[in-house]
């Protein structure tokens, strides 16, 4: 029974995966097209003719139809051929292997941070609404959702990298190489990241347990005569883990999508850079291959947080 | 007559190299260097240690043909070899790969290579080699070379270590050719192992090889054991780290983690001075200029064009764009140049009033409007906005429209919007190859697509058909006074070559190219 559960949802998933692989990429492949310049004069150098440039469009495939080039990537792209940048000439695959793990290590780190202070906080605005502490963490909230992250990074460079030198004021550090280093290059663009996650995180985690707390079932439990300690912790928080993992699944989209401006702020030779310096390039290969890679992880996680949710509360699957 | 001219051109240099010096030696008196002069001049190369500098791009390709940006040859330099070198100082052809050439006619060269050279990966470069990489630069369908490779019509091997060209027609720009992006030899293994990926593994027979490039962040060399020439290879390694940004390079060598940063902004010149590190500064063929439209009015006027020139201060461009670094030039060539005329200095002086009265005379007594293509960074708008001032004093109300680089291109020389551009040009070691790609009709960055002067093209072919120095310089001045005459272009400054290097590092001169090599560098023991 278990096992045909997860089954089916999986099923579910991987029929959806195509679909939505195929319209983020053709809407990505659309975009670019607007975006302005020609690739053709950027391959052909400054010494050239307009016979060479045209030659250059067909060497690329960049004369023939929009629907015919979406194509003929497409197909490659089914078939594991994800090509090479057109600028660089190096493998989209290889790029993306040698960036996605310094993105991951800040989007990760910044997670965490998001979790570990804001569900604290969260917590601790909801044991006394209206209170001081409370008033408290909801201006830190607001604060984290106004400031811009690109502002933020800047103000912890000049602060904790440049003034006190407790950090790295920039680049990264592969995992596999040096941990420590590895966490001590992502911690200050993982705090640019986590400010606005962790004020999410808090005011969802207090409204979430404020309305547990004054559900009726709860009130049944204080009529059982539980102490508050027991309903708060035991009842109110499993209550409310399905609200932190809609949150936690919302972040990580978020999240991928906000390292590109932290990224040029630290200059993490990371995916955020890589679509940055590919689209401003029209290097569509590379472009679609970041999206696609996107694309996958959001996938992955939506199920492993799918699956989550049907543990922690089985009356999800049945709905 | 010649050689006294050429020893003048040589001299001017080598006074720049004089003042290169002196201005270390000063710095040291100053109490910012470690070292007297002196000790610098006193102390010998010594090999071992690895460079590690700061580039702003990594290249667009390691393969020479394929490649297509200036910024690329400091990352060939130390790759490939080519069949003729430049004296750096004079930017004339000297032995490379070809210790020696001949032209039995003016149609045929023949180039004697150096015998006993090897590739990195242990190919002969032999004449077999040679002939290869000339047909993949005239014909292959990647070559962004082939443009240049025009003149040559047949390539063949007439001795182990002879090849001889045959031309279409007499074509002195040749040897020029051979010296740049053409004639850097790849070995023929590689490139038929890689395919077309071969611009990403690169396989010459330069004095360092490459062994890694990984994307936008870090290109490793190290020395090739069996390189022909002595002393040249002095350090064990190259580590360019590619920072876009040149404040955050700049600080990399300040705080040690690099030993030398290339292509900075004047404005960071105080901060070279107050860091202790070794400045390097010269001048280069790079040259900021207006492009202009001169198939369309109000371009297409000759006195609009010149009432352009004398409504430009030029002194003052550079002063409040580049703090006088730039030297202002109505040329494109520096100083240094054997292509200098000394007789277009002092024209074009700064003159509103002169320029009012020209545009009046075209028939635009209250002035022009003039769209203008510019760049959208932050020093392009800054010179963009010195320009609109000076113009509007003689009636000439610029408009500027600023894309991003990558498109400055497309727009005015491709769908040819707009009267003008405002954009820096590499320039080419050869003055023929700067006019050609400057006024040839069929050349991509010449918008108008038409001759721009009567005679201009007859005199452009001529320079290339003498091959003796001093009828080839005669030849050039006669193509920049029909183009200063007709005011086909407004060149207003020179771009000036910015380093900083730390005080381990010897035996570095900077270059008219304005793109550093690296033959004969070395570090002194720390």
Redesign the interface.
């Not at chain 2, 394929?66 to 200036?70: E, F, P, S």
């Given at each position: 029974m278990q096992g045909s559960r997860w089954s089916r949802l999986l099923g579910r998933r991987l029929v959806q995966v195509g679909p939505v692989a195929i319209l983020a990429t053709f809407v990505v492949f659309a975009l670019v097209q607007l975006i302005?310049?020609?690739l053709a004069?950027?391959?052909?150098?400054?010494?050239?003719?307009?016979?060479?440039?045209a030659?250059i469009r067909r060497?690329h495939g960049l004369d023939r139809p929009f629907l015919v080039q979406y194509g003929t990537w497409l197909w490659d792209a089914v078939r594991g051929d994800l090509s090479?940048s057109l600028?660089?000439?190096?493998s989209v695959l290889?790029?993306i292997a040698?960036r996605l793990p310094n993105t991951l290590v800040v989007v990760g780190s910044a997670l965490v941070i998001s979790m570990l202070v804001g569900i604290p906080l969260g917590i601790a605005a909801s044991i006394r609404p209206g209170s001081r502490l409370d008033g408290f963490v909801t201006v830190i909230a607001s604060l984290g959702i106004a400031l811009p992250g690109f502002w933020l990074a800047m103000i912890l460079v000049a602060t904790f990298a440049m003034t006190f030198q407790w950090f790295p004021a920039?680049g990264s550090v592969a995992l596999t190489e040096d941990w420590r280093a590895s966490l001590r290059h992502a911690a200050l663009p993982a705090m640019a990241l986590a400010a606005s996650g962790i004020a999410e995180v808090a005011r969802q985690t207090r409204s979430a347990l404020l309305e547990v707390l004054s559900s009726q079932y709860v009130r049944t439990l204080y009529a059982k005569g539980l102490p508050q300690r027991l309903v708060f912790w035991k009842h109110g928080l499993k209550n409310i883990s399905v609200t932190l993992l809609t949150v936690f699944g919302l972040l990580v989209n978020r999240m991928l999508g906000a390292t590109v401006v932290v990224e040029a702020v630290f200059?993490i030779?990371g995916m955020g850079?890589?679509i940055v310096?590919a689209a401003?390039?029209k290097d569509f290969p590379v472009v679609q291959g970041v999206m696609l890679t996107m694309v996958a992880i959001v996938i992955v996680l939506n199920l492993l947080i799918d699956i989550l949710y049907t543990a922690l509360d089985p009356r999800v699957d049945r709905r | 007559m010649s050689e006294k001219k050429m020893v003048d051109a040589g001299s001017r240099v080598a006074l720049g190299r004089r003042q290169w010096i002196s201005m270390v030696g000063g710095m040291a008196a100053a109490g910012s260097l470690g070292l007297a002069s002196g000790d610098v001049l006193a102390q010998a190369p010594r090999r071992g240690g690895v460079l590690r500098i700061v580039a702003p791009l990594?290249p667009?390709?390691m393969d020479p043909y394929?490649?297509?940006?200036?910024n690329d040859h400091v990352y060939l330099f130390p790759a490939f070899d080519s069949l003729i070198d430049v004296d750096l100082d004079t930017l004339e052809p000297k032995p490379g790969l070809a210790q020696s050439w001949s032209f039995p006619d003016s149609t045929t060269l023949v180039l004697n290579l150096r015998p006993g050279v090897v590739f990195h990966d242990g190919t002969p470069c032999d004449a077999e080699a040679v002939r290869y990489n000339l047909e993949r630069a005239k014909s292959h369908?990647?070559s962004?070379v082939?443009?240049?490779m025009k003149s040559v019509d047949s390539i063949a091997v007439t001795g182990p270590s002879q090849v001889t060209l045959k031309l279409t027609k007499p074509d002195s720009v040749i040897l020029m050719t051979l010296a740049d992006r053409a004639g850097m030899m790849s070995s023929p293994t590689a490139i038929k192992a890689a395919g077309?990926?071969y611009?990403?593994v690169a396989v010459g027979a330069g004095p360092w090889r490459l062994v890694s490039w990984?994307?936008?962040?870090k290109l490793v060399y190290e020395r090739h054991p069996q390189y022909w020439a002595k002393d040249v290879a002095l350090l064990d390694g190259l580590e360019f780290s590619v920072?876009p940004?040149v404040n955050?390079g700049l600080r990399t060598v300040v705080a040690g983690q690099n030993d030398f940063v290339y292509g900075l902004a004047p404005q960071q010149k105080p901060i070279i001075e107050r860091s202790g590190l070794q400045m390097v500064q010269g001048s280069t063929l790079a040259t900021w200029q207006i492009y202009l439209n001169y198939s369309k009015p109000p371009f297409d006027n000759v006195k609009v064009r010149q009432a352009m020139h004398y409504a430009l201060d030029r002194d003052e461009f550079s002063r409040l764009t580049t703090a006088g670094m730039a030297e202002p030039t109505t040329q494109t060539l520096p100083r240094g140049h054997w292509g200098y005329d000394k007789t277009l200095e002092g024209t074009y002086k700064h003159d509103p009033k002169r320029a009012r009265e020209l545009l009046a005379e075209a028939g635009y007594p209250n002035g022009i409007d003039v769209e203008v293509i510019g760049r959208n960074d932050q020093r392009s708008q800054q010179q963009a906005e010195v320009l609109i001032e000076q113009y509007r004093k003689s009636g000439i109300r610029l408009k500027f429209m600023n894309?991003?680089a990558?498109?400055l291109?497309?727009k005015f020389?491709?769908e040819r919007i707009g009267n003008a551009a405002v954009s820096v040009y590499?320039g080419?070691v050869d003055p023929s190859?700067l006019y050609s790609?400057m006024f040839d009709k069929?050349?991509?960055?010449n918008a108008s697509r038409m001759e721009g002067a009567p005679g201009l093209e007859a005199a452009m072919e001529a320079a290339r058909a003498v091959y003796d120095k001093e009828a080839r310089r005669q030849a050039v001045w006669k193509i920049q006074r029909i183009v200063h005459e007709h005011a086909l272009y407004v060149p207003l400054a020179l771009q000036p070559e910015l380093d900083a290097m730390s005080q381990r590092v010897k035996g570095f001169k900077p270059n008219l190219l304005g793109k550093p090599r690296f033959h004969g560098v070395w570090l002194a023991a720390s």
């Open positions: 302005p310049g020609d004069i950027a391959l052909a150098g400054e010494h050239t003719t307009e016979e060479r440039i030659e060497i090479v600028l660089t000439g190096e290889t790029s040698q920039s200059a030779p850079s890589l310096n401003t390039g | 990594q667009t390709s394929a490649g297509r940006h200036g369908e990647r962004n082939k443009i240049d077309n990926e611009g990403r990984k994307d936008n962040e920072i940004e955050t894309v991003p990558n498109e291109g497309a020389m491709g590499t080419r190859q790609i069929s050349s991509f960055i």
